[in-house]
Structures are given as C-alpha cells and as structure tokens.
C-alpha cells in the first residue's frame, strides 16, 4: 500500500525522468545544459501561472482569468512606463498591483455575489485579453528599459537569471501553505467549507485570499513574461491557460480542493514544459504537439480521478 501510495504522489517526478530519457536517447541535445537552461527559463512563467491556478484550486475553486490578467497587468504596467515615464521598479508594482486589483474582483464575484468560479473567471479572462486587444490595436508594446528587462535577459555566468524568480516563488508558495496559519485555512476550507466555518475559519476571508494571491502570481508572471520578451504581446499561446490548469492536477493537486503539495506543482509544470521541449527537439509536427497536451490534460484528470477513488477506498 506505502508503495503504491508513493507512485501515485511522485508519478510526476518518474514521468519527467522517464521521458527525459527517452527524449535524450532521440536527441542528446536534449540532455544538454543549454537545453536545461531553455526548459527552466521557458517554465518560469508557466510555473508562476501553475501557483495562482493552485491556490484556488486548494479552496475548491478556479481561476481561468490567470492569462487575460497576465496580458493585462502587463500592459498596465508597460503603458506606465511610456506614457508617465514612471521608473520600472514601480512599474513592476503597479504591474502586480493591477493583478492584485483583479484578483480582487474575482474573489468578491465568487464570495460574496456567489457567482460560478468557472464562468465568472472565464468571462473576465475573455474581458482582459479583449480589453488589451482593443487597447493596443493588436500590436506589440516594446518595453526598452534595461531594468524592467533585466531579469528576463540577465545571466550569472553562463546560466540565467530568470529561472532564479521560479523557485524563489515555489520556496515562498511553500513556506506560506506549510507553516502559516493562512494556507492550513486554505487546505481546511477546500477540504470541508462547512467544518472549517464551525471550526472558526473565516471562510469568506480565506477564498477572498486565495483569489487575491492568483491575481498577485498573475501580475507577477507579467512582469517576468514582459521582461522576458522585452515587450508586452498582446496574444500568449493558446494551449497556456489549459497547461497552468493541467500542471497542478498533474502534479497532485486535487479538482476538488483540499489537497496538493507545492512540490508537485513543480512538477506538473516542468513536466509539460520538459514534453512540449522534447518534442519540439525530436521533430514531432506541431499539431501532434497539440494532441499531445490534449492527452496530457486528459491524463491529469483520470489521475486525480484515480487518486480519490483509492483514498476513498483506503488503498492509500
């Protein structure tokens, strides 16, 4: 049972190895340290994203606004730069606050006016990105100031610097849900919302939170997304918003709330960042790219399905 358990929590982890593997076998490029530094560079966005999607996940919940707030923030903060000539330490606040302000909407949508976390987030996702589209004409916002760049270009002798903004986060997300009073909140008002108000959690309080804290992650994977490409693209992947869903649960994190480590969260996100660069690496055509992150998102679901089932059952 101890064995079986431990599969079911770390099956991200012998996945990513298992297809590193293979993947190295077709293309040792692959294995490189170039290809290392291009696989936690490009997952240090998508990672960021992972977390504000997991925090609400942990409450029961769910954010699909992440990538419109992403573009949003932004912009917001970009646009303060050129137009107000503002200096880019406080455009990159004014970029988290922007996301904090969302956030904000969001959890007031779904705790006090109990709109569906689904549809509401939804809907204000499609609104942002519109609202950028409209904003800029469909075009590129280039941002020319070193400092606000620096993060996104810099490197500290041959490896980068932004990777560094990843697990710095991930080591905070886990301080936060481990030890504070706040994230064991979050985990009991996910678990049983009717225990944990008996139990004397303002729960109210706590999903506000968890919507708050998705909308400050959401302006921070702007600003590192901007600093990265040097500019604000008014279009992000398609498939980004399915992969910052996908990861968590992959990685552990339950549908249903309640449950979730921050490790696996790492996990889930290296884990389709590794796949989408191997594949890229070995040639496969890019609308098999596709199917196979539509496979992977299916994967996630079974195996969350799965994994309550057995806890259910008392087989883990």
Do not use: C
């Amino acid at each position: 049972m101890a064995s079986k358990k431990f599969l079911l929590d770390n099956v991200v982890w012998i996945l990513i190895v298992v297809f590193s593997i293979l993947a190295g076998f077709l293309n040792p490029f692959f294995l490189s340290e170039g290809n290392l530094q291009n696989v936690l560079v490009q997952a240090t966005t998508l990672g960021v994203l992972v977390l504000a999607v997991s925090f609400t996940l942990l409450i029961g919940e769910i954010d699909l606004s992440v990538v419109g707030n992403l573009v949003f923030s932004s912009m917001v903060g970009a646009y303060a730069m050129q137009q107000f000539g503002v200096h880019w330490t406080l455009a990159v606040l004014i970029t988290i606050a922007a996301g904090v302000f969302v956030g904000l909407l969001n959890g007031y949508f779904v705790t006090y006016l109990r709109m569906n976390s689904l549809i509401a987030t939804l809907a204000m996702g499609l609104f942002l990105q519109g609202a950028v589209l409209g904003a800029t004409q469909a075009r590129t916002m280039v941002v020319t100031d070193e400092g606000y760049s620096y993060i996104g270009s810099a490197t500290i002798g041959n490896w980068p610097v932004m990777p560094i903004a990843l697990f710095v986060a991930y080591l905070l997300a886990h301080v936060v849900l481990a030890y504070s009073a706040w994230g064991r909140n979050l985990y009991a008002t996910g678990g049983n919302r009717r225990a944990a108000n008996a139990a004397g959690i303002n729960v109210k309080r706590a999903r506000l939170g968890a919507f708050t804290a998705s909308g400050f992650l959401a302006g921070l994977a702007g600003f590192l997304y901007t600093s990265y490409l040097g500019g604000v693209s008014v279009t992000v992947g398609s498939t980004t918003l399915l992969y910052a869903v996908a990861a968590p649960v992959i990685g552990g994190v339950s549908l249903f709330g309640g449950r979730g480590r921050v490790i696996g969260m790492l996990g889930g996100t290296l884990l389709i960042t590794v796949i989408q660069t191997g594949l890229q690496l070995i040639n496969v055509s890019a609308y098999y790219i596709q199917m196979i992150g539509g496979a992977m998102i299916l994967l996630a679901i079974a195996v969350d399905a799965f994994r309550i089932r057995s806890e259910e059952r008392g087989v883990v």
